[in-house]
């Protein structure tokens, strides 16, 4: 499946604050409270938290 415009533009603002991210994909719920919580102790799980989202929707 090829990547949108609206893709592209999730992914980047997931890299740059990876809550926005979680939110765009799940909404406000506990994966955003735990991404927020893992941004805030500073490590990059929540990245890698956003990218499998990410891959387990397109399926």
């Known amino acids: 499946m090829p990547f949108t415009c609206t893709d592209i ?15 765009l ?6 994966d955003l409270i735990i ?3 893992l ?3 500073g490590l990059q799980q929540q ?3 956003q990218l499998c989202f990410k891959s ?4």
């Open 9 to 23: 533009c999730k992914i980047i603002l997931a890299i740059i604050f990876p809550p926005i991210g979680v939110f």
């Open 47 to 49: 990245q890698q938290q």
């Open 39 to 41: 941004t805030i102790l």
């Open 56 to 59: 387990s929707d397109s399926r």
């Open 25 to 30: 994909e799940r909404g406000c719920g506990a």
């Open 35 to 37: 991404n927020i919580a």
